[in-house]
């Protein structure tokens, strides 16, 4: 069962860049990050495959995300852009075996990071 953990959320102001970590315990497949806004339910924002070959993104942050991931450190990555007040929520990072399996959700989770945008 691999362990995830997210950094790098915080607060910020409308239009900054912000880029979210997340370090898996061991070696994973597809990778992807959620997000949970307060009193909805959890979206899948972004997706990657192992091979980085197939990419996934919401149409909510396309053009302004972009996901990548190192596997030499088993991490992944969220580079957020043009932050929006709306792009206010946790975000949670995920590992499953293929990119359709992590839009599921049904992988492993890591606890979450805050990420707060003024505006």
């Known amino acids: 069962h691999v362990q995830l953990t997210e950094s790098g959320g915080g607060l910020v102001q409308a239009g900054d860049s912000l880029t979210l970590s997340c370090i898996a315990s061991s070696s994973t497949l597809a990778m992807g990050w959620f997000r949970q806004e307060s009193g909805k339910e959890r979206e899948c924002i972004a997706a990657?495959?192992?091979?980085?070959?197939?990419?996934y993104y919401a149409d909510s942050v396309k053009g302004r995300f972009t996901i990548s991931r190192d596997n030499a450190k088993s991490a992944v990555y969220l580079q957020m852009s043009s932050l929006r007040p709306e792009d206010t929520a946790v975000y949670f990072c995920?590992?499953?075996?293929?990119?359709?399996?992590?839009?599921?959700?049904?992988?492993?989770w890591g606890q979450g990071t805050q990420v707060t945008v003024s505006s």
């Open positions: 990657i495959s192992w091979d980085k070959g197939i990419e």
């Open positions: 995920t590992a499953d075996l293929t990119v359709n399996y992590v839009k599921l959700g049904l992988g492993s």
